[in-house]
């Protein structure tokens, strides 16, 4: 069956350090990968995607996700985190054809940046 | 400007009343999508549409009906036989289903007293 995990449910980062977000997918096939992120009260708003070639993907405001079959990740990354991340962040997995077609989010990771 | 509307932004029914979310877009997008927002549990998928007049069920379409009479409507009706509907809704659109990007409207909270 489609889904996605994030394990971790809040993380709190400086303002400045790096950050990397966690997703583990579970998919059939290839997969189509998403980041987004969400404000409070808001909508979605896409980060970045992975459909197929480079499995290093860059988004934007400065994130980046690596595709990695063989453990079924593709974590989120930014090397310097503004205050203006803090968000929470969902990853997606979605996929072409019959059943499996549909496009699954993962339960969020809550993003706190301390000054 | 194209985007995805959702209407209104905060809804108030009393118990066992069924209630209409609105969602329009008009970015001839073939794919639609309905999700349920709850604190901790990320986005459920209630129904999807991969294209007008079709539309299919998706982890918790229980006390929900839609429809999709029009490429850029996508309505969902919240009825008295869902048990917890108080939550946030956000419709989401798509050029195909699954394996292209989703946009997603600002949402609608929807308080059931």
């Known amino acids: 069956a489609q889904s996605v995990t994030q394990p971790d449910i809040h993380i709190t980062v400086s303002e400045g350090a790096s950050l990397e977000l966690r997703c583990n997918y579970s998919y059939g096939a290839t997969p189509y990968l998403f980041w987004y992120v969400q404000s409070p009260g808001q909508g979605l708003q896409l980060l970045l995607k992975?459909?197929?070639?480079?499995?290093l993907v860059q988004g934007i405001k400065g994130f980046e996700a690596e595709f990695k079959r063989s453990q079924s990740s593709f974590n989120l990354r930014k090397p310097s985190v503004h205050w203006s991340d803090a968000a929470e962040y969902f990853c997606?997995?979605?996929?072409?054809?019959?059943?499996?077609?549909?496009?699954?989010f993962g339960t969020g990771t809550l993003l706190a940046v301390q000054p | 400007d194209g985007g995805i509307t959702q209407s209104p932004k905060y809804l108030f029914r009393k118990e066992g009343q069924n209630v209409t979310l609105s969602c329009e877009q008009n970015l001839n997008h073939d794919a639609m999508y309905w999700y349920r927002q709850d604190p901790g549990q990320g986005l459920r998928l209630i129904y999807y549409?991969?294209?007008?007049?079709?539309?299919q069920k998706g982890d918790i379409a229980e006390g929900y009906s839609v429809s999709r009479e029009k490429k850029e409507s996508f309505p969902l009706t919240v009825t008295s036989a869902q048990k917890n509907p108080t939550a946030f809704y956000l419709c989401a659109s798509s050029l195909r289903t699954g394996n292209t990007e989703a946009f997603f409207g600002q949402g609608t909270r929807l308080t059931v007293v």
């Open positions: 549409s991969q294209i007008v007049n079709d539309f």
């Open positions: 997606a997995v979605g996929g072409y054809g019959g059943a499996t077609n549909k496009l699954i």
């Open positions: 992975y459909f197929s070639g480079d499995t």
